[in-house]
C-alpha cells in the first residue's frame, strides 16, 4: 500500500525559509505529477506548486519566486523550499502525486497528512 509522508514543516519568521519533504513508500511503479497544497483556516485548499515527470514546474503568482517544487526520482520524494515567507503563506500543506502503484495499469491519486507551516513573529 503507498503512503505519503510530508515532513518539514513548523514555525518560521516571516522573511524566513522552510524546505518541505514529501517521501513515497510502498511498491511504485511510477510516479507521474507531483504537486503541493494548502489550505489556510476558513479558506480552499489551493494549489501551490506542481511537477511534472518531466520536471516542468508550475505556481500561481502569489508564490512565483519565492517557492521551488523538486523532485528526486530516485527516493520518490519531492521537496517544496519555500523562501521569503509571509504570514499569508500559513497553513496545512499537502503533498499529492499521480502515481502508479505496482501490479496496477491505472494511476491515482494520492494525499499526505499535511504538515503545518505558521508563519509568525
Known amino acids: 500500500q503507498v503512503h505519503l509522508v510530508e515532513s518539514g514543516g513548523g514555525l518560521v519568521q516571516p522573511g524566513g525559509s522552510l524546505r518541505l519533504s514529501c517521501a513515497a513508500s510502498g511498491s511504485i511503479s511510477s510516479i507521474n505529477a507531483m504537486r503541493w497544497f494548502r489550505q489556510a483556516p476558513g479558506k480552499q485548499r489551493e494549489l501551490v506548486a506542481a511537477?511534472?515527470?518531466?520536471?516542468?514546474?508550475n505556481y500561481p503568482d502569489s508564490v512565483k519566486g519565492r517557492f521551488t517544487i523538486s523532485r528526486d526520482n530516485a527516493k520518490n520524494t519531492m521537496y517544496l523550499e519555500m523562501n521569503s515567507l509571509k504570514p499569508e503563506d500559513t497553513a496545512v500543506y499537502y503533498c499529492?502525486?499521480?502515481?502508479?502503484?505496482?501490479?496496477?495499469?491505472?494511476?491515482?491519486?494520492?494525499w499526505g497528512q499535511g504538515t503545518q507551516v505558521t508563519v509568525s513573529s
Open positions: 499529492n502525486e499521480y502515481l502508479i502503484p505496482s501490479g496496477n495499469y491505472f494511476p491515482s491519486y494520492y
Open positions: 511537477i511534472t515527470s518531466d520536471g516542468n514546474t
